[in-house]
C-alpha cells in the first residue's frame, strides 16, 4: 500500500447527480470504483470517506446570500439553480457540501501529511460561481479549496490546471485578479463548447495580467496536439512556482464523449498527472490533488480517472529513478 497516495469515495459523493436522464448521473462514481478496484488500485493507495463541509466553509468562496438560496431549493427539491443545466433535487444542499468537504478533507491530509497526493473522483465543479451555479456545478470545490489553502494554512502560489473539456470559468473568473493563482487551463474552443470563455487573450486582469494561461484547443484534438500544449502549460506553471497544485482532470475531453469534440485517450490523463507530480515534488513538497472533473461517458471517466492514480502512485519510483 502507497500511504503517500489516497483516494476519497463512498455514498456521500455518489448522491451529487442529477439523476439517471442527466449526462451528471448516479454512475459516474461506480463506473470509476469498478475499474479501480479491477485494476488492482485499491491496494495501492489508502481510501477513504467523504464528509460534509460546514457553511462557513462554503462561504469562504460562495456568496452567503446564495448559499441560502441553494438551502432553500434544496429544501423544496424542484426547478432550477442555473438556467437549465443544474435541477434541484431534494438533499442537493448537502450532496454539492459532501464534494466540498470531501476536498478539504483532502487538502488538510496532504497539508499534515497524512499524504502527498490525493484523487477525489466527484469534485472539480470547476463552472460554480461565487454567486451562481453553472455547468452542472453547484458550488465551486476548487475555488473553495484555494480558499481554505490561503486562510488554514498559509499557503500563497497556487496552481490551477485544468484539462477538462470545458473552460474552468468558475475559477478562471473567481481568481482573475489574483497573481499568486497561477491557472493554466487546456480546454476545447469556446467558440465550439460551453461556457464559450477561455480564449487566448484572456491573461488575467490589474495585478494579475500574465498570470493565466488558456489553451484552446481545436474540435477533433489528439493526444499528440495536447501534448504538445502540455509543454507550454507545464512551462507556464513551473514560472509561478506554486507551493501546491490542484489538477481538475476532466474526462471529457476523451474521444467519444457524448458532450464535447476532442479527441484524446486516458494516456493525455496519464502523462500529465505523471509530469505534475515531478513538479510538485520540484515547487510544492509534492502536495498535488486530483478533481475528477467532467466526463459523461462512463468507460472513458473510468480509465481517465484511473490513469491518474496510477500515475500518483507510481510517482515515488519514477521520481527516484
Known sequence: MNKNVCVYMGDLLRRYSFGKGHPFGPRRQAAFVDEFYRQGLD????????????????????????????????????????????????????????????????????????????????????????????????????????????????????????????????????????????????????????????????????????????????PGATDKQFLEAWEQAEAFLKRGQPEFILFQCGADSLAGDPLTHLGYSSKAHGHAAKRLCTIAEQYSSGRILGLGGGGYDLDNLARAWCAVVQAFVTADTQLSD
Open 43 to 218: 491496494q495501492k493507495v489508502v481510501i477513504d470517506e467523504p464528509m460534509i463541509a460546514a457553511q462557513e466553509q462554503i462561504e469562504w468562496f460562495h456568496l452567503p446570500d446564495y448559499v441560502e438560496r441553494v438551502k432553500q431549493a434544496s429544501t423544496a427539491g424542484r426547478g432550477f439553480l442555473d438556467y437549465g443545466d443544474t435541477p434541484a433535487f431534494p438533499g442537493v444542499y448537502e450532496a454539492a457540501a459532501a464534494v466540498v468537504g470531501t476536498v478539504l478533507k483532502a487538502v488538510d491530509a496532504i497539508m499534515v501529511k497524512s499524504c502527498r497526493r490525493a484523487f477525489i473522483p466527484i469534485a472539480g465543479l470547476h463552472h460554480a460561481r461565487r454567486e451562481a451555479a453553472a455547468g452542472f456545478c453547484v458550488f465551486n470545490d476548487c475555488g473553495v479549496a484555494i480558499e481554505a489553502l490561503r486562510r488554514r494554512y498559509g499557503v500563497q502560489r497556487i496552481g490551477y490546471v485544468d484539462i477538462d473539456a470545458h473552460h474552468g470559468d468558475g475559477v478562471f473568473y473567481g481568481f482573475e485578479d489574483d497573481p499568486n493563482v497561477t491557472i493554466v487551463d487546456l480546454h476545447e474552443d469556446g467558440r465550439y463548447l460551453y461556457p464559450g470563455t477561455g480564449s487566448e487573450n484572456e491573461t488575467g486582469i490589474g495585478p494579475a495580467v500574465g498570470s493565466k494561461l488558456n489553451l484552446p484547443m481545436p
